[in-house]
């Protein structure tokens, strides 16, 4: 079955760059897409990223300067990178496959020093 | 970007009750190809989101019939019907019509 499961450290310096990894199962990326998503607490959900199955990438404009999404395929992972972080950008990531239709269980991550 | 606005923010419904949710988007969601790209996602308390509907009116798999969307090119109804315990939650409506993909601010769901 499809699963995916997001995996990084829970707390990250300002200014320090987050590195998230979404491995996945069930599915090849070759052939789906995986979103990268944001949810602050008790908030709605932000789009970040897609990885597309092609290997290209789409950003949200709100990230595009520090953000980069890549892949390994023979691993079956996605990768998420973004410098510069604020307290603001604390909060839970999911990724999740092509229509949102499977999500990991998100990672937590706390920025603050 | 396009802004989805969802009413009311909170619902209270007595068990086997039904209820609806409403969205609006801030531009049509109706794509050329005669798709509308309006997607419903419930969160259930300290889950994550789960695909309910998917192209406005599609049910997804697995999710009950009590589950049903609707709409036009702008305003969408999310109606469940005979509420019931699990349906406990956040409900977010989303477009994945063009980037960046936007949701609304949320729907709580508490039962009565």
């Known amino acids: 079955q499809v699963q995916l499961k997001e995996s990084g450290p829970g707390l990250v310096q300002p200014s320090q760059t987050l590195s998230l990894t979404c491995t996945v199962s069930g599915f090849s990326l070759t052939s789906y897409s995986v979103h990268w998503v944001r949810q602050h607490s008790g908030k709605s959900l932000e789009w970040m990223g897609r990885m597309w199955s092609d290997g290209d990438t789409s950003y949200n404009s709100a990230f595009t300067s520090r953000l980069s999404i890549s892949r390994d395929t023979s691993k079956s992972q996605v990768f998420l990178k973004m410098n510069s972080l604020q307290t603001e950008d604390t909060g839970t990531y999911y990724c999740?496959?092509?229509?949102?239709?499977?999500w990991g269980q998100g990672v937590m991550v706390t920025v603050s020093s | 970007d396009i802004v989805m606005t969802q009413a009311p923010l909170s619902v209270s419904v007595t068990p086997g009750e039904s209820a609806s949710i409403s969205c609006r988007s801030s531009k049509s969601l109706l794509h050329s190809n005669g798709i509308t790209y309006v997607y419903w996602y419930l969160q259930k308390p300290g889950k994550s989101p789960q695909l309910l509907i998917y192209?406005?009116?599609n049910l997804a798999s697995g999710v009950p019939d009590r589950f049903s969307g609707s709409g036009s090119e702008t305003d969408f109804t999310l109606k469940i019907s005979r509420v019931e315990a699990e349906d406990v939650g956040i409900y977010y409506c989303g477009q994945l019509l063009e980037n960046p993909y936007t949701f609304g601010a949320g729907t709580k769901l508490e039962l009565k």
């Open positions: 192209r406005m009116s």
């Open positions: 999740a496959t092509t229509l949102f239709d499977y």
